[in-house]
């Protein structure tokens, strides 16, 4: 099959966000416009076309004159994430019980056997990507125009923070992978039995399992306001 220019957009779009989510690119780096085209055998508009796609995405800022560069995490877009986390959530898996259509619910469960794989023998990165992918395709149930920018940009960072627990150093940190798995098939179970409740529920319960950890990871010395005194709940 030829090389065309939509398989070398479609392949720096792939990579780019594998980079972004799993911080090989870190937050706030300037992209490399003129390497990129040299990488990828593209020219400057369809690399502008993928760059204004991961803008509208959230991976990527777009800033007039001075290029494209990864999206920052600061303490704002941090506390905004921790606040906002657990409703977004609450709501994407609530209309993916009501929405869901049989042939996603089977994608859902191929991406949670990827994730229960990639725990077994997979790297940090594999199991940080088949959990957003298990969870990319919740958002696609839900199918929710207003929700899903939002829920999107939420993955992002969820990804990017997400490393310390998806690469467990202690029984615990191990043990709580197990039961992120386990709450993957609870979530599951949830949406084909079209129960609302249950998938609002779990989506709170999936939150708390990890928060913790993400706490640990962005906590900064000498914050004025530990982020876990922000809401642990989602709100009913």
Known sequence: MPDTTK??????????????LTQEMRPGADLD???????????RTPLREVLRELAGLGYVELRANR???????SHTTLRDF????PMIYGAILRLA?????PDQIEALKAAQGQFRAALR???????????????????????????LPSFHRLLIDHARIGATFFRPQTGEMAENLDRASQQHDAIIAAIEARDEVAAAQLAEDHWNLS??????????????????ALPRSTPA
């Open 7 to 20: 398989d070398r957009k479609s392949h720096l779009l792939d990579t780019l966000k594998q980079a972004i």
């Open 33 to 43: 416009e003129a390497q990129l085209c040299e990488d990828f055998a593209l020219s």
């Open 67 to 73: 290029g494209a560069r990864v999206s920052e995490m």
């Open 82 to 85: 921790f606040l906002a986390a």
């Open 97 to 101: 019980a009501h929405n869901a259509t």
């Open 121 to 147: 023998t997979g790297s940090g990165t594999d199991r940080t990507l088949a959990n957003n992918l298990f969870h990319e395709i919740t958002g696609e149930m839900a199918g929710n125009i207003y929700l």
């Open 211 to 228: 928060r913790h950890q993400f706490e640990i990871f962005v906590m900064p010395a000498g914050m004025d306001q530990p982020l876990g």
